[in-house]
């Protein structure tokens, strides 16, 4: 079945620092969406990118989807405390039934 | 709306029990899943339905069951829970498929002893 990795799985920053989470996959995805979700919480949507190449930016956060579509990046810029959370990728591939999601990167933002 | 419910919250067993988790939606959804959260392993897809009377396996189906008998539930069955089934199970609906977005639930966290 399709994999997606997801790096790294930790990340530990001081607050104000960039932090970047990457997503690949071995074969072409359809759309990637990104969630986030908050420490003993459930994931939340960010955001879905579909074309090749596509940017798309949400205030200090940017998405990123590479030209061949099979690896996407979210970046954060300025981090701050309420960054904390796992961020987790998940891929569409050719069908519409599974969407496959990476093993998340656990974001630490220390003040 | 009160959006994705899922009941109970927690729950331990003991191996060997059986039980079914809850998951209902009051937006019309067509598609629901559900996922096993496990530390290190993201979010693993278990069953997903694209509409009432449809469903399918995904990723980890062993040891469970679901059926698709409204368009607002989605139970999730265990027939004989093992250890290896302690999780944090989320459920989740989107308007048709899984290219739109995904709505999740609180989830339940269920030990088995």
């Known amino acids: 079945g399709q994999q997606v990795m997801q790096i790294p799985q930790y990340q530990h920053v001081q607050e104000g620092e960039d932090f970047t989470t990457y997503c690949n996959s071995s074969t072409t995805l359809s759309n990637i969406q990104w969630y986030k979700q908050r420490p003993g919480g459930h994931p939340v949507f960010l955001i879905q990118?579909?074309?090749?190449?596509e940017v798309k930016k949400q205030k200090r956060l940017t998405f990123q989807f590479g030209e061949a579509k099979k690896n996407s990046s979210l970046h954060i810029t300025a981090t701050q405390t309420t960054d904390v959370g796992t961020y987790f990728c998940?891929?569409?591939?050719?069908?519409?039934?599974?969407?496959?999601f990476g093993q998340g990167t656990i974001l630490t933002v220390h003040p | 709306n009160a959006g994705v419910t899922q009941t109970p919250k927690f729950q331990v067993l003991k191996t060997g029990q059986s039980m079914t988790l809850q998951c209902a939606q009051d937006?019309?959804?067509?598609?629901m899943s559900w996922y096993r959260q496990d530390p290190g392993m993201g979010l693993r897809l278990i069953h997903y339905?694209?509409?009432?009377?449809?469903?399918d396996q995904g990723e980890v189906p062993n040891g469970y069951n679901v059926s698709r008998s409204t368009t607002e539930d989605f139970p999730l069955r265990l027939l004989s829970a093992a250890p290896s089934q302690t999780s944090v199970y989320f459920c989740?609906?989107?308007?048709?498929?899984?290219?739109?977005?995904?709505?999740f639930g609180p989830g339940t966290r269920l030990t088995v002893l």
């Open positions: 998940g891929a569409g591939g050719t069908s519409y039934g599974k969407l496959t």
């Open positions: 989740a609906s989107s308007l048709w498929t899984s290219r739109d977005t995904q709505y």
């Open positions: 937006m019309n959804h067509e598609y």
């Open positions: 339905s694209v509409g009432a009377g449809i469903t």
């Open positions: 990118l579909v074309k090749s190449g």
